[in-house]
């Protein structure tokens, strides 16, 4: 009923405005009359709401009938002149219809002297109220255009947006299985045991990972939980070799993240940094909350007599690509190597509810 109450309170809205038009008419009336204030008051207020209303009405439907661009500019101000100057002589009809019938009930307050000075404003004014009527709804209609245009645009823009996260979203998942089942590969042949444990656990985090696929955001807790069956997994096949810890800020575990935007950091930073060292290493994750940002940092040993070239790689890209299309203009990924450790840290809005998710990148 919301659009009820606005359509009452812009009706009563528009009523007040004539009725401020006609006392203002009774004002001049009363001069040009002349005329006693309350005389040329009852003149002029019943007919100037009368004309809003018709006027209103008339105007409304003519401009819709007429929109700018469809016809000749010429063909529609002559049709708004000729019904503008035909509202005009209706008005004057309606003025002097109702100014003779309060003479005719003799009353002393009641009826005006019709002068031709004042026939002659009444009729220009008239006119003139009837094109401010129109200029109002091609403003009006065109104004709720130039919003309609930007809305498809905005919603246009949006889809595209989601199509673009879906694909990026779509090549983690393979590019994970590609690098899992050639590990399981390599166990097969001197620890099958250690396969078929690995393949089982790459079983559950598909299915953990797949009952989030229609989320566009998770809590970082969610995501963490995927990363630790990741490490579960690569940590049959490096055993010792692989150490890991995490140091996660109470209050950045309520907060939102993409599904799957940690776990190929974590993945890259076992694949070229504790896969390339014969006694493995530490992998470190990290969160914490700023105010109204999120940090997040995967950090990993590296061999320090190795050139390091990740910042092209598929999985580095994809997070970059996947943020800046989930935050526009709010989202940062940098890395950095020093000595034997090498790190990645995300940058993103701060976020602990999907009603705020909308309003990230902006």
Request: proline share 4%.
């Amino acid at each position: 009923m919301s659009w009820l109450t606005r359509a009452r309170r812009g009706a009563l809205l528009y009523l007040l405005a004539w009725l401020i038009v006609g006392a203002v008419l009774g004002g001049v009336c009363a001069v040009l009359a002349p005329a006693p204030p309350v005389n040329a008051l009852l003149f002029a207020i019943p007919g100037t709401l009368v004309y809003g209303v018709a006027a209103g009405f008339s105007a409304y439907y003519l401009c819709r009938a007429n929109p700018l661009g469809a016809r000749p500019v010429a063909l529609v101000v002559l049709m708004l002149c000729t019904a503008a100057v035909v509202a005009a002589f209706m008005w004057l009809a309606v003025l002097g219809g109702w100014n003779e019938l309060c003479l005719a009930a003799g009353v002393r307050w009641a009826g005006i002297v019709q002068t031709p000075l004042l026939s002659a404003f009444l009729f220009a004014l008239g006119a003139l109220l009837y094109g401010l009527l129109a200029a109002i709804n091609y403003l009006a209609t065109e104004s709720g255009r130039a919003r309609n245009a930007e809305r498809r645009e905005l919603e246009s823009k949006l889809m595209a947006q989601d199509a673009e996260l879906r694909m990026l979203r779509t090549q983690v998942d393979p590019h994970f299985l590609f690098n899992s089942l050639n590990s399981v590969s390599a166990l097969t042949s001197h620890d099958p045991k250690g396969a078929r444990e690995m393949t089982l656990r790459l079983a559950g985090f598909f299915r953990r990972s797949q009952g989030l696929a229609g989320q566009q955001r998770i809590t970082l807790a969610q995501e963490m939980e995927l990363v630790r069956d990741f490490l579960a997994i690569e940590k049959v096949r490096f055993g010792d070799r692989l150490v890991t810890e995490e140091a996660l800020e109470k209050g950045a575990l309520d907060c939102l993240v993409p599904p799957m935007i940690i776990q190929p950091l974590v993945e890259n930073a076992i694949k070229h940094g504790i896969g390339q060292l014969t006694e493995g290493g530490l992998v470190l994750v990290a969160a914490w909350r700023d105010g109204t940002r999120l940090s997040i940092t995967v950090s990993n040993a590296i061999d320090p007599e190795v050139a390091q070239g990740r910042g092209g790689g598929i999985g580095l890209a994809n997070v970059r690509r996947r943020l800046a299309c989930a935050y526009p203009n709010g989202s940062a990924l940098e890395w950095k190597r020093e000595g034997d450790t090498f790190s990645v840290q995300i940058s993103l809005p701060a976020q602990t509810s999907e009603t705020t998710g909308s309003d990230a990148g902006t």
